[in-house]
């Protein structure tokens, strides 16, 4: 075959890439046995052109797995491969393929795409990350022609090895590993990867290692940055203040937060899950995680699994007090509920910068336990926080809305009132009264508010109805003297209302209008 031939045929083939799939199949059944042959070829190179994980299918003939938060690591690595600048964090519980996927076979993948690029890969330890290079390499070893790109004969060690250059290019691709907080001298990268920069839980709760890489990742492997690189930070959360946390903490605009929880915990999941869905059924299914959280315990559940570390405990609240008496949704159908209030507390307040509005919903049992029933709150307007607290007293047939009026009160009760108003208009209260609106002035200081409540959790009588994490956190790590947040100010105030003996019949006066019937 001369030049001239080598050259038709390589055009041919360019133009069969071009071409759909039911062109490309009718053309194969058509073709001699050695045009199919060459064809074969060029549908396992378009295969592998994919992602890491088409790539990963066929050189492991389909054996590696393959799942949604998977295919989302693919995405990112194929973003990156096509010359756009991303700096991504994907946090993601353990044995669910993350490393094999960000620190194997999207390195392979992205070397093979671009061959005079360089890769850098960091771990909490030099052996980890050299087992990552030595498995790039021996990929590279093990399949160069397939893959299209070969080793430099004269650098190939497993920390450090280079390509050979391409034709017509001078330029090598190739990779270099190092543990955290080692040396990353000499190229600099186009594309780093850390994964999971903290060996375990003890490192994380150091305030000295947390420091010790948070230096080294601003000192030592973000100036090895080439114009235009990308990073990819993958790992489990250990600690509010690990690298993830760090880096959120000052730069969050700059970064795309792909955060993987091993239960979804909202209906605005990235996968789109609905809350409680398992990240990967096919291998650990909600059952099966739930045995995982019983077995490792609350904290080490929800850093390593849910990916939202809960820092160490404060003054008031023990994380004991909410999770040993938490209800399941079984158990509480059971309940029988003589009251609901929804409390809201306004934005604001003397925390400079609070822009969340406190809506906590709770509910009293007729055996005098106390329930925490929904927790909605959020950055609201004015008009939408009055909106989103009646919708919640109307879905849980609250008789009663709690408003602190210290900080913008008197406008958040008119605001309650409106909404009320304004669905009533709308058809949508079904002929239910609107709640007593109950003006609470928080005279007391916040020790004094929050303790007698403190002690409700302490003896076993306040039931959280489901995981409200971010009003958990709050709780547990308030210190008397600091600003109190939003959350659990709201369910302060639900709960005073419905523990406080002068209330029991709905505040100093009973309802008339049989609201409360069948509840007592």
Request: proline share 6%; glycine share 8%.
């Amino acid at each position: 075959m001369t030049a001239t031939d080598d050259l038709l045929e390589d055009t041919l083939l360019e133009h069969y890439r071009t071409l759909p799939i039911a062109t490309r199949k009718r053309i194969a059944q058509q073709a001699s046995p050695d045009v199919r042959r060459r064809l074969a070829w060029v549908e396992r190179q378009m295969a592998m052109d994919l992602s890491p994980g088409a790539l990963a299918a066929v050189l492991t003939e389909n054996r590696e797995k393959q799942a949604p938060h998977l295919d989302m690591i693919d995405d990112v690595f194929r973003r990156i491969a096509a010359g756009e600048r991303m700096q991504v964090m994907i946090t993601c519980p353990p044995r669910h393929g993350k490393s094999q996927r960000a620190s194997r076979w999207g390195p392979l993948w992205y070397l093979r795409r671009n061959p005079t690029a360089r890769v850098m890969l960091a771990s909490y330890g030099a052996e980890l990350a050299d087992d990552h290079g030595r498995w790039v390499r021996d990929q590279l070893r093990e399949h160069s022609d397939t893959l299209g790109v070969r080793l430099d004969p004269g650098s190939h060690a497993a920390n450090r090895f280079d390509l050979e250059a391409p034709r017509g290019s001078s330029v090598r691709g190739g990779m270099v590993t190092a543990g955290v907080g080692g040396s990353l001298t000499g190229k600099g990268f186009s594309l780093g990867v850390i994964d999971d920069p903290f060996k375990g839980s003890d490192d994380a709760n150091s305030p000295a290692q947390r420091q010790r890489v948070w230096d080294w990742y601003r000192s030592v492997f973000y100036t090895r940055r080439a114009p235009g690189a990308s990073i990819v930070l993958i790992n489990t959360r250990w600690h509010e203040l690990d690298l993830s946390g760090q880096i959120l903490a000052t730069e969050p605009e700059n970064w795309t937060l792909i955060d993987l929880p091993a239960l979804a915990l909202s209906d605005t999941d990235p996968l789109g899950r609905q809350p409680g869905e398992a990240l990967w059924p096919a291998q650990y299914d909600a059952e099966e995680l739930h045995r995982t959280k019983k077995a490792v315990g609350e904290r080490v559940w929800w850093a390593l699994y849910q990916q939202q570390p809960r820092p160490l405990e404060g003054g008031v609240w023990k994380w004991p007090w909410i999770t040993e008496n938490r209800i399941d949704p079984i158990a509480f159908r059971a309940v029988d509920l003589s009251r609901v209030v929804v409390a809201l507390d306004p934005a604001g307040g003397d925390t400079p910068g609070h822009d969340e509005s406190g809506i906590v919903a709770a509910g009293r049992s007729t055996d005098g336990h106390y329930y925490v029933l929904a927790d909605r709150t959020g950055t609201h307007s004015a008009e939408a926080r009055g909106r989103e607290t009646c919708m919640l007293a109307l879905d849980l047939r609250a008789d009663a809305i709690v408003v602190e009026t210290n900080y913008g009160g008197d406008m958040a009760r008119q605001n309650v009132v409106q909404a009320w108003a304004e669905l009533e208009r709308q058809g949508k209260t079904g002929g239910q009264p609107m709640p007593r609106v109950v003006d609470v002035t928080a005279k007391k200081g916040k020790r004094l508010r929050a303790e007698p409540i403190a002690q409700l959790y302490e003896t076993g009588q306040v039931h959280h109805c489901a995981e409200f994490n971010q009003l958990e956190t709050q709780m547990v790590t308030w210190v008397p003297g600091l600003d109190s947040p939003d959350r659990m100010d709201a369910a302060v105030h639900a709960l005073t209302e419905l523990a406080d003996p002068a209330a029991s019949s709905v505040g100093s006066s009973s309802y008339t209008d049989q609201r409360l019937a069948g509840r007592r």
